[in-house]
Structure formats: C-alpha cells, structure tokens
C-alpha cells in the first residue's frame, strides 16, 4: 500500500480543493494520480485510467510528451524564471512572435499571462483603458451573454452569466449589458432553427448597440461554443455577425478561446470557422499542451497602439504579475506549437471528430440520457432520471457515482454539472474514442436506479 492512505489523510486535512466541498470530499474515493503516459493517467496503486477530460480541457498531445519534456528540460538548463517587467527572455519573444503568426491576421501584438480567467481580465483591462487612452471614457460598459464562462477572477466572473456565481459574489461585480445564450434562443424559442437564432439573436445585438454603443467598450464571446455552462454551441453565424455589427457601432469585440482554442474545435482557432479577427483574443489551457500556467492576450494593431504614448502620460498598460511569460511555460508552449505546425495533429482531427460524434448516437433516446452536444472534440451527455426525465436534483450527485463507475472501468471523467463530459486529448486515437463511449455508456446506463 505504500503511503497511499497517509496521503489520502493529508489531502483531506491539509490541502483544500477548487470547486470541491471539503465536507464531503474523500468520501467517495477521491483518486491521487502519481504519473501519467500519453493519454492514461495512473495513480498511486499503478491503475490506469484513460484521461477523457484531457486534465480539465487542456492537455494536447499526450502527457508526458517526449518532446515537450525535452523542451522543459532543455530550458531548465538556462533559466527557470526572470521577470518580463521591462526585460525580456528567448522563449517568451519567440512565443509571442509565433502567436501572433498562426492567429487571425487582426492580432499584431500578444501580452502574457498565467491562467484563462487572467487572460480575460487583461482583455477587459485593455479594452477599459483603450476608451480611455482614446478619450472616450463614457465607453466602459461590457456586453456579455447569459450562460457565459470567462473563469473565476472577480473581473471574469463579472462579465461571465453563471446565476450561481453571480448570487454568491454579485456584490463584487461590475455591471454589465447582457444578450440572451445563442443556444438558448435557438432552442428555446426559434424550435431549433439555425437560422433564425442567428437572424434573432444579431437583431437584439443590434438594437443595444445602436442605443446604448456609445457606452459600451466591448462584446466579450466563448469561441462558438459556451463550454463550461454545458457545451451550448452557437448555431452558426454568431461570431461573424457579432464582428460586423461591432466593428460598425465601434465597440471591441474580445473573442475568448481558452477553451476553443489549439485544436479543440477542429481548426487551430474556433475563429477560423467563420474567418472572425476579433479585437482581443484570449488564449489558455491548450497553450502549453497543458503543461504549464501560461496564458496569452492577443491584441489588434489599434489596440496596441492606444497605448502608445511619451512615458509621462501614463498610457502604459498597468498590469502584470510576478511569473508572467515565466520561461518554462512559453519554452513547452513553443514546442507545443511547433507539434501543431507539422500538421499531422490538425489532419487527423476530422476523423476523431467525426468518430465521436457516430459513437455518440448510440445515447439518443436512451432514457437515462438528454440530448447529446457535441463541439469538435469535446461533447456533453447530460444525465436523466429515467422516471422522470429529468435531471437529477442537485445535490444528489449521481453524476459523480456515474463517473466512479466509469473510473473502476479504466476511464476518467468528471461531471459538469448534470452533464458527463468527453474532452480527451487531441491525441487520443479511434480506439480509445469507442473506449471511452462504451465504458461511459455502461456506467451511464448501470445507473437505473
Ligand atoms: C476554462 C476557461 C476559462 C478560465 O481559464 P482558467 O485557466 O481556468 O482560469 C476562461 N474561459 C473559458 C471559455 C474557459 O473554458
């Protein structure tokens, strides 16, 4: 047994979790992992577990990537950290010179950051003080969407839509202006219908802004698809008709892809799908290969150069943390977009989206099952009562006995909510693909209580 069970009891007294209530946590079998190999994560007794959740969304090629270890490695022989305040380092140059040559042709200029949620809180920061530096400072209200997840910093939960977030902080956040879920309104009340969604939705969009764009400095939007609220693609259209009506009430718009972003859509970036070149771009989680905390704001030319000004008028950007563009993460985030610049991982990204999305058939109907959503290469099953067809209450947390289940089968997941989640690695094969769908399947349908 090792230290497994002294581990297990340190974890519960010592180390508070994430989004985890503490009360309950060990409970169910919390699981340490010790190492990983490609896409299998194993913990402390060696099972092995399929990482269907690609670590919470962000791991790209398989962890433990021979490459990637061999750039951590290489850069941990020159310098771990320095700062990026007024000084500069090799990696952190050249990741931002190849960020701004793979994304849209809009974004000249990258700044960095830690996390997804900080990547966000730079865009609105920049996008605040663009207005300003303007002088157009009456232009400080943000435009979001219900059902939003930007990450859980005060700044990105302000311009994020979760009820729950808002009731429990909502006395920290800054107001905002805020559009129906494109998802919502297709399903809701246009019976479905694409098309008009899209028509609806631009025509709410542009009333706002036609009475109130001389107030508002930018429309923040998930890259196609509102992942966190439970995988609600746009139907399509959205990002592009948003962009045009922006760029005529000049308003920014910030396109958030921590999520969409490397791969996960099926494109690089999800901006790719309807050729948008947002204002600012926020990039995290699949940027190190998910490696490292390293994040990145992408900005366009006349953002950037807003902020250009003799040093006395304090037009700088005022923003930046002690491990920002630390050399470790940009040396792996480079390797990592240097494995995507073979090609080889975006080629065979049509044929896993599209095994995964036969595979997931066999649930519709089912009735412990709702509606299956798919984007690219992430999809939600949500979870029903069979009695009576609805999701579970919250709180009864058959989600998680669903997803132990799974575990004790060789597949990890976790849930989001009432949803099971599949978001493996990019570099999960067609096997394990049928793997993971018939394993959650099975502890899906065990669940007949
Ligand atoms: C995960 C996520 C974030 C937050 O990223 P963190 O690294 O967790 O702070 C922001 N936006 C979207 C769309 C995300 O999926």
Same mark, same amino acid.
């Given at each position: ?70 750039? #951590? ?111 919502? #309104? ?32 930018? #429309? ?157 290469? *992430? ?29 004790? *089968? ?40």
């Amino acid at each position: 047994m090792r230290d497994t069970e002294t581990l297990h009891a340190w974890d519960r007294r010592y180390f508070w979790h994430p989004f985890t209530q503490m009360q309950d946590y060990g409970d169910d079998d919390p699981w340490i992992i010790e190492r990983a190999e490609g896409n299998y994560l194993y913990d402390m007794e060696g099972r092995r577990c399929l990482d269907a959740i690609a670590s919470l969304w962000c791991n790209v090629h398989g962890h433990r990537h021979p490459r990637l270890d061999a750039a #951590l490695v290489e850069q941990l022989g020159k310098v771990a950290h320095s700062t990026a305040l007024g000084a500069s380092h090799p990696p952190a140059i050249r990741l931002a010179k190849a960020l701004v040559e793979i994304t849209p042709a809009s974004l000249r200029h990258c700044f960095f950051s830690e996390d997804g949620a900080e990547a966000v809180e730079v865009a609105i920061k920049m996008a605040a003080q663009y207005w300003g530096n303007l002088g157009r400072p009456e232009k400080r209200l943000f435009l979001t969407l219900d059902n939003a997840y930007h990450g859980d910093t005060v700044g990105a939960v302000s311009v994020g839509g979760f009820p729950l977030f808002h009731g429990i902080y909502g006395h920290l956040l800054f107001p905002t202006l805020r559009l129906p879920s494109p998802y919502v #309104l297709q399903w809701d009340a246009c019976s479905g219908n694409p098309e008009r969604a899209t028509a609806a939705w631009l025509t709410t969009l542009e009333s706002i802004l036609k009475n109130q764009g001389g107030e508002i400095a930018a #429309l923040i939007l998930e890259g196609g698809v509102q992942g966190a609220a439970g995988m609600l693609p746009f139907p399509p259209g959205i990002l592009a008709g948003a962009q045009r009506l922006c760029q005529t009430y000049e308003v920014l718009l910030i396109v958030d892809e921590v999520a969409t972003g490397f791969g996960r859509s099926g494109k690089l970036f999800a901006c790719e799908w309807e050729s948008v070149e947002p204002d600012l771009l926020a990039l995290g989680k699949g940027l190190s290969g998910g490696y490292l905390p390293v994040a990145a704001t992408l900005a366009a030319e006349h953002v950037f150069a807003a902020f250009l000004a003799p040093f006395g008028e304090s037009r700088q950007f005022y923003y930046g943390h002690t491990y920002t563009a630390n050399p470790l993460a940009c040396a792996v985030a480079l390797e990592n977009l240097a494995l995507f610049a073979e090609g080889a991982v975006l080629a065979a990204l049509p044929d896993k989206i599209a095994r995964l999305q036969a595979g997931l058939r066999r649930f519709s109907g089912q009735s412990w099952a709702g509606e299956v959503r798919q984007f690219g290469l *992430m999809a939600a099953i949500p979870l029903r009562d069979p009695g009576t067809g609805a999701a579970y209450a919250y709180g009864d947390r058959v989600e998680y006995a669903v997803c132990r289940r799974a575990r004790a *089968m060789g597949v990890y997941s976790r849930p989001l909510g009432d949803l099971i989640t599949v978001v493996p690695p990019l570099s999960v094969t067609a096997t394990e693909i049928d793997t993971i769908l018939s394993v959650l399947y099975a502890a899906m349908a065990e669940g007949r209580y």
